[in-house]
């Protein structure tokens, strides 16, 4: 994920704190998951359940490519 975009893991994990739902359907878009993305962004994050998991999927995986 993070070479998808070419940022640094600090930049990634402060975009996806403050703004999560948006990043994290911005990143499902990208990645061809293009209602999912949709969803993410109009329902913030899954009502904010989806930006928990992403969150800890970045703290323990640091690799959140394959989530």
């Given amino acids: ?3 998808e975009f070419g940022l640094d ?3 990634h994990l402060l975009l996806l704190i403050f703004v999560g739902a948006l990043w994290g359907g ?3 878009i990208v990645r061809g998951k293009v209602l999912i993305g949709v969803l993410y962004i109009l329902t913030g994050a899954f009502f904010g359940i989806g930006w928990i998991i992403d969150l800890i ?3 323990t995986k640091k690799n959140f490519a394959n989530g």
Wanted: proline share 0%; aromatic share 8%; net charge positive.
């Fill in 9 to 11: 893991y600090v930049v």
């Fill in 57 to 59: 999927n970045m703290l």
């Fill in 1 to 3: 994920m993070i070479n």
């Fill in 26 to 28: 911005v990143i499902r």
